[in-house]
């Protein structure tokens, strides 16, 4: 299985489409806001038809009630991965995954995880900004420790965060890591960025990679190469 997965930063269905005919082997994507508000969920199919692993990105973050129902929608889209974000709280998650096995109707549950602090904030926008206080770090454990009290899979946060919470919540819960650049790259809008090798390092179980693939002369070259450095 694949350890990259590659978000489609896109705005149109043939762009994804010219995109993915470059891999002749299935891989993990990442569908998110972006790409879902341009082409609705339909583009789940068009991807799905194309044999590749879905990440749906749309981080639902709203009252229990709703997100539940929200999954239970989701869930019949057959995506492999789904988010919420865990600043909605325990009871928020657990409905969240009460709603994906609704939805599956006894197929294959969508695994869901939680988004912790996006990688886009530092120190000082989450203190001053979002009134928490105290280190990342530190907010980030205590969001993964409620998404696994909650039952979930596992959170997305920032390569940096990973070995701390394999220690806190156990190595079997999903660390998926964005942020992700290769050494040459610039790191545009993240804060709290890494290289694959140094995710590997962590043990990060995912690593979520979108320009440097996305905008390689060589879209299939980089992709392999970076999944060898997971390896």
């Not at 692993?53 to 973050?61: G, R, T, V, Y």
């Not at 946060?157 to 990973?162: G, L």
């Not at 995710?199 to 980089?222: F, H, L, M, W």
Request: aromatic share 4%; glycine share 8%.
């Amino acid at each position: 299985m694949s350890k990259t997965i590659v978000a489609l930063d896109f705005s149109s269905k043939e762009e994804v489409v010219q995109f993915l005919s470059q891999f002749n082997e299935p891989i993990y994507v990442k569908i998110g806001m972006e790409l879902t508000y341009a082409c609705g969920l339909d583009i789940v199919k068009t991807v799905k038809d194309m044999g590749h692993n879905i990440f749906l990105d749309l981080k639902l973050h709203d009252i229990p009630n709703t997100v539940k129902g929200g999954m239970k929608n989701l869930a019949k889209l057959g995506v492999d991965i789904t988010n919420v974000h865990a600043a909605g709280g325990i009871a928020m998650m657990k409905a969240a995954k009460e709603g994906l096995k609704e939805g599956a109707q006894g197929g294959k549950t969508p695994l869901c995880i939680a988004v912790t602090q996006l990688t886009s904030t530092s120190k000082e926008a989450m203190n001053n900004e979002l009134g928490i206080d105290g280190e990342v770090i530190d907010c980030v454990v205590k969001y993964a420790l409620n998404a696994k009290e909650a039952g979930l899979d596992g959170v997305v946060c920032s390569v940096h965060e990973a070995a701390a919470i394999k220690k806190a919540c156990g190595p079997d819960f999903l660390t998926v890591t964005p942020g992700i650049r290769l050494a040459s790259d610039s790191v545009d809008d993240q804060k709290r960025v890494a290289t694959p090798a140094y995710a590997k390092e962590q043990g990060c179980d995912y690593i979520v990679v979108g320009r440097s693939i996305t905008k390689s002369k060589n879209p299939k070259e980089t992709y392999d190469l970076i999944e060898n450095m997971m390896k």
